[in-house]
């Protein structure tokens, strides 16, 4: 079964740090761009990083650059996004999603993952 599974999710304070895992099966991530995109209660869903099949410009959403760093282990066939400075603002369901040969958008991929929850609060 082909699949992308997030994980890493959890209730963190304000000004503290998550790294999220985006772990493939079933096909092999590093053929793929990697976005991570995110949706909040009642908010659209938004882009927030995309790690390309070459890895030398990931992008990030202006919100968090400066603060999250998008990763890859193709021999882990993982994906990861390191979260720093966490603000409530940055409260949401993360998603990965995978396609190929460009990052995908947010209502378009090839693969989707189930989502992991962050939650930022004191």
């Known amino acids: 079964q082909q699949q992308l599974v997030e994980s890493g999710g959890a209730l963190v304070q304000p000004g503290g740090s998550l790294r999220l895992s985006c772990e493939a099966s079933?096909?092999?991530?590093?053929?793929?761009?990697i976005g991570w995109f995110r949706q909040a209660p009642g908010k659209e869903r938004e882009g927030v990083s995309c790690i390309g099949i070459a890895t030398s410009y990931p992008l990030y959403a202006n919100s968090v650059k400066g603060r999250f760093t998008v990763s890859r282990d193709n021999a882990k066939n993982t994906v990861y996004l390191q979260m720093n400075d966490l603000k409530p603002e940055d409260t949401a369901i993360y998603y990965c999603a995978a396609d190929s040969p460009y990052c995908p958008g947010k209502d378009d991929a090839k693969y989707w993952g189930q989502g992991t929850q962050v939650t930022v609060s004191s």
């Open positions: 079933g096909f092999t991530l590093g053929y793929y761009a």
